[in-house]
T-cell receptor
Framework: AQSVTQLDSQVPVFEEAPVELRCNYSSSVSVYLFWYVQYPNQGLQLLLKYLSGSTLVKGINGFEAEFNKSQTSFHLRKPSVHISDTAEYFCAVSPMYSGGGADGLTFGKGTHLIIQP | NAGVTQTPKFQVLKTGQSMTLQCAQDMNHEYMSWYRQDPGMGLRLIHYSVGAGITDQGEVPNGYNVSRSTTEDFPLRLLSAAPSQTSVYFC??????????????FGEGSRLTVL
């Protein structure tokens, strides 16, 4: 079984400052890694994903994440945040052996990013 | 392109009542799933389907039923509502496995309150 730990439930950041949202996972097998974003009163949408290849992954809205296999981490970063980035961010993993079916997807509990003007 | 459509958006039930949350997608996706979202708990998988006529249980299936008679529709039935089922419910779909597409498409959610 897999587990995902998002180390911060809430991260306040001033506008135009950099931000890092931390995600660690536990798995005995290789995994696919994802970050989803949920804006207020909306469903989740994919921000970025790591399936294979380069460990630095770029996503939408200027976000990027780096897969670190030795530290089992997949931290999300943005160099300069905007008010519009206020949202809930979810890290998720899926084991490769499952073929990547939705039943294998495990979500973290989420990090609420609060942008202060 | 409507994507994933959930109805109703809000619902209040009394304990013991039954109801169906509707989910429809117009992307011809094979995979569909239902999640519930509770504060501090993230998203938990209730049921999922890999195609018409095929359903399976997720992490928290008790108290819920599903069926998949068509590719487009995946309704979630609450048999006898309990206060513990107060939550926000999300339907999601994907074209194939996460490995192939890397993406779930979510509806906007259905907020259910059980009194």
């Amino acid at each position: 079984a897999q587990s995902v730990t998002q180390l911060d439930s809430q991260v306040p950041v001033f506008e135009e400052a950099p931000v890092e949202l931390r995600c660690n996972y536990s798995s005995s097998v290789s995994v696919y890694l994802f970050w989803y974003v949920q804006y207020p009163n909306q469903g989740l949408q994919l921000l970025l994903k790591y399936l294979s290849g380069s460990t630095l992954v770029k996503g939408i809205n200027g976000f990027e994440a780096e897969f670190n296999k030795s530290q089992t981490s997949f931290h999300l970063r943005k160099p300069s945040v905007h008010i519009s980035d206020t949202a809930e961010y979810f890290c998720a993993v899926s084991p490769m052996y499952s073929g990547g079916g939705a039943d294998g997807l495990t979500f973290g509990k989420g990090t609420h990013l609060i942008i202060q003007p | 392109n409507a994507g994933v459509t959930q109805t109703p958006k809000f619902q209040v039930l009394k304990t013991g009542q039954s109801m169906t949350l509707q989910c429809a997608q117009d992307m011809n996706h094979e995979y569909m799933s239902w999640y519930r979202q509770d504060p501090g708990m993230g998203l938990r998988l209730i049921h999922y389907s890999v195609g018409a006529g095929i359903t399976d249980q997720g992490e928290v299936p008790n108290g819920y039923n599903v069926s998949r008679s068509t590719t487009e529709d995946f309704p979630l039935r609450l048999l006898s509502a309990a206060p513990s089922q107060t939550s926000v419910y999300f339907c999601a779909s994907s074209e194939g496995t996460i490995a192939n597409t890397g993406e779930l498409f979510f509806g906007e959610g259905s907020r259910l309150t059980v009194l």
